[in-house]
């Protein structure tokens, strides 16, 4: 029963295929990397993330010479300073550590989510350009170039048409 089910789906794929693949039908395919890395938005993006990434670097940076400074004053005065003390300095590293550590996450967590805010803002604007752009032009399918494609035909690549629609929309 099951092969019959299964055998019956493959035959109205095929059928579908034959249809939507007919000799009329117009293939194209569309790279989304590269209309996302050289388009005027997606350079725009791409700066923005950059100038947040530098701020959150020179922050890092500061909290790191704070940590290696603390370090330092612990291991010069550990002779000198009573147990108490020590034991203030040590928990007062410790606490600033966890803050760096707890840092580092946070902002690797805000820069992701800003890249992915940013990069679905992008492919959403690029997919109704694709979508206009195929049906101006009486494309059947469009199809999203990828590293599973074995084989595109160059005249089939409508990539530089869209990201030239892409910068004249903004």
Known sequence: MRKILVLITFCFALMFA???????????????????LQSDRGQQAKDQLSKKAASYDAEKNKREEELKNLKNDLEKQSALLSESAKSSKEKDYQQKLKEYQRFLKDAQDDLQAKNDELTNKLVEGIVKIVQDYGK????TV??????GMVFVDDRADVTD???QQFNASH
């Open 142 to 147: 469009i199809f999203v170039k990828n590293d």
């Open 18 to 36: 034959s249809q939507v693949f007919a000799a009329d039908s117009k293939i194209g395919s569309v790279d989304i990397q590269k209309v996302l």
């Open 136 to 139: 101006k032009n009486g494309y």
């Open 161 to 163: 048409a869209i990201l």
